[in-house]
């Protein structure tokens, strides 16, 4: 049984005039919305191994792990993965429309497989399905023999400004009895997101010991139940660097690299874990807080060279996706995504990137619109100021993964912070048109439908008035 919820502003008018008598810096401080709500404060327990979740599906050499993620750049492929245990099979994907069932095509892809220390992996498939039809419901068969499976998915509308499309936020979800509540309560919501926008850290096979690599295997055939239906657009956490020098794994990111492939090459990257999509009226950027970031580096470079491709008319939302926080409030992780900020902010606020979605931090916050780039050491401008030419950054990092929610906040809540809470959940953002977003944050102890914090976002070119919550 849940606990009675109750949300309370951290400055409520008594609080408020006890702190304006010690001193004044409430008028400096007093930030947005703080929900005392705590829903657990220990650490979550992961799913044991023979939980329904986790189940194998029946069959010799039956795929598992079956996920989906977009394949190109414009949304008319998708790369199908999935893995076989007993022995290679086959890399090929059968597919069709729902339009014309009697036209059965096929991909053919490529297989791969990894040791990690004393963990061998099964047969990893990965097969991009092109030239798709937009807007249009897919069948697709992997499998051989007397083991087949069928799963389906619907394609994007085409890029374009005035085209509807509901996305799905998550991140750092891991397996746990929690993140089971979190990935049901996305599901069914009524709002019906579209494809999930993933903010990294995925499994936590890193938090067992020699990173016991059989916890992705379990997480993917967990999550197979959403993402082998709709894409999941991923993006690097530090829970996927899975660097072990000490039991010789000195390659970062090998399970990861190995199991999530990403479009990466259609947007002119070098590396997988920066790289942007469309997808509808979207333009998302997936940037990589555990690759070098820093002048002269790849990432750098290529981002330099994306931002000015972006073209509001054809995809007037402009979304960044990160996995450690540039705004952050918490006690967890506070700072750590300052020196990233430091070298990207400026172009954010150039290219009036709309919002900013990140995870790591084991909780929710949204900001208001703020920059903090005038400040250059000497001058002393070392506080975030309102600036409608910037993006909302917001944490959901809040999936409810074994690490437990982040509980401890830096206080008093800054004035950049709207709106923060430590509870699991998910959230979804509805695109309507070119101006206007509906956003929602959903807590795994409300109802489907109920938003915990909602805004409206006014898109940074077609209509940047300002949609702060309140005043700085
Ligand atoms: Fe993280």
Not at 328 to 339: F, I, K, R
Not at 445 to 458: I, L, P, R, V
Request: charged share 20%; with cysteine.
């Amino acid at each position: 049984m849940d606990a009675p919820r109750t949300r309370s502003s951290s400055f409520s008018p008594i609080f408020a005039g006890l702190l304006g008598l010690i001193f004044n810096a409430a008028v400096l401080c007093s930030g947005g919305i703080t929900s005392s709500f705590v829903r657990v404060s220990q650490k979550s327990v992961d799913m044991p191994l023979d939980a329904d979740v986790f189940r194998v599906p029946p069959g010799y050499n039956a795929p598992q792990q079956v996920h989906i993620t977009q394949g190109d750049h414009e949304g008319k492929a998708v790369i199908v993965s999935w893995v076989t245990v007993d022995e290679r099979g086959s890399n090929t994907v059968l597919y069709w429309s729902e339009k014309n069932s009697t036209k059965k095509l096929k991909a053919k892809g490529m297989v791969t497989k990894y040791k990690f220390y004393n963990y061998t992996s099964g047969y990893i498939h990965h097969t991009t399905i092109k030239n798709l039809q937009h807007n249009t419901k897919y069948y697709y068969e992997v499998g051989i023999g007397h083991t087949t499976r069928t799963f389906w998915f619907v394609t994007p509308p085409e890029v374009g400004p005035d085209v509807p499309y509901t996305f799905g936020l998550i991140g750092d979800l891991g397996q746990t009895f929690d993140s089971n509540r979190t990935l049901t309560h996305y599901q069914s919501n009524p709002s019906k997101g579209q494809a999930v926008l993933y903010v990294g850290d995925l499994s936590y096979a890193d938090d067992y010991p020699n990173h016991d690599n059989v916890r992705w295997d379990t997480w993917a055939r967990f999550v197979e139940r959403s993402v082998a239906y709709q894409p999941w657009i991923w993006t690097a956490g530090n829970h996927e660097i899975d660097f072990a020098p000490e039991i010789g794994e000195t390659k970062p990111f090998k399970p990861f690299t190995h199991r999530y492939h990403v479009p990466y090459n259609a947007s002119d990257s070098t590396a997988p874990f920066w790289y942007s999509i469309k997808r509808g009226p979207a333009y998302v950027i997936v940037l990589a807080s555990y690759s070098a970031y820093g002048k002269y580096t790849p990432q750098n470079l290529w981002l330099q060279e994306e931002l000015p491709k972006v073209n509001r008319s054809e995809t007037p939302w402009l979304i960044v996706l990160m996995h450690c926080p540039w705004y952050n409030s918490y006690v967890n992780h506070y700072m750590e995504g300052e020196t990233m900020r430091v070298v990207y902010e400026p172009w954010f606020v150039q290219y009036k990137v709309d919002l900013v979605f990140a995870g790591h931090v084991h909780a929710y916050e949204r900001s208001e619109r703020i920059s903090n780039i005038a400040y250059n050491i000497v001058n002393g401008l070392c506080s975030p100021v309102s600036d409608l030419s910037a993006p909302v950054y917001i944490t959901i990092g809040d999936g409810g993964n074994i690490e437990g929610l982040a509980t401890n906040m830096t206080e008093p809540q800054p004035k950049y912070s709207a709106y923060r809470e430590a509870s699991f959940g998910h959230a979804i953002l509805d695109i309507k048109n070119r101006t206007h977003a509906r956003f929602g944050w959903h807590c795994n102890q409300d109802g489907n439908a109920a938003e915990a914090d909602s805004m409206w976002f006014y898109n940074r070119h077609w209509h940047p008035v300002d949609d702060s919550s309140a005043k700085l």
